[in-house]
């Protein structure tokens, strides 16, 4: 069973930046997709990035492309987001999720989940 935690969440001024992580303990072969996404009050759970985890593909939805970067570090089980740019429309809980096939956008595909980290931008 993968476990996930996040971290490196916090209130930023517009245009400032942030960098999430995420340690997946017990990580397998068996997860194939991570990916962040994101939740903000009222509003459903939405893609913001995805990575695969055997070879270096990676997606992003366009309200997040050429500011977000999402990458992994196999030797440390860890998920990054780098956030640049930022904006207050960015804000909202970010979690990191794993699943075993294919990457998907839709959080309903995603049965493992991280607890969050809190983005707020003023």
């Known amino acids: 069973h993968v476990q996930l935690v996040e971290s490196g969440g916090g209130s930023v001024q517009a245009g400032g930046s942030l960098a999430l992580s995420c340690v997946a303990a017990?990580?397998?072969?068996?997860?194939?997709?991570m990916g962040w996404f994101r939740q903000a009050p009222g509003k459903e759970r939405e893609g913001v990035a995805a990575?695969?985890?055997?070879?270096?593909?990676?997606a992003y939805a366009d309200a997040v492309k050429s500011r977000f970067t999402i990458s992994k570090d196999s030797a440390k089980n860890t998920l990054y987001l780098q956030m640049n740019s930022l904006k207050p429309e960015d804000t909202a809980m970010y979690y990191c999720?794993?699943?075993?096939?294919?990457?998907?956008?839709?959080?309903?595909?995603?049965?493992?989940w991280g607890q969050g980290t809190q983005v707020t931008v003023s």
């Open positions: 999720a794993a699943r075993p096939s294919r990457c998907d956008w839709s959080a309903y595909q995603y049965s493992t």
């Open positions: 017990k990580l397998t072969y068996s997860s194939n997709c």
């Open positions: 990575i695969l985890l055997r070879g270096d593909d990676t």
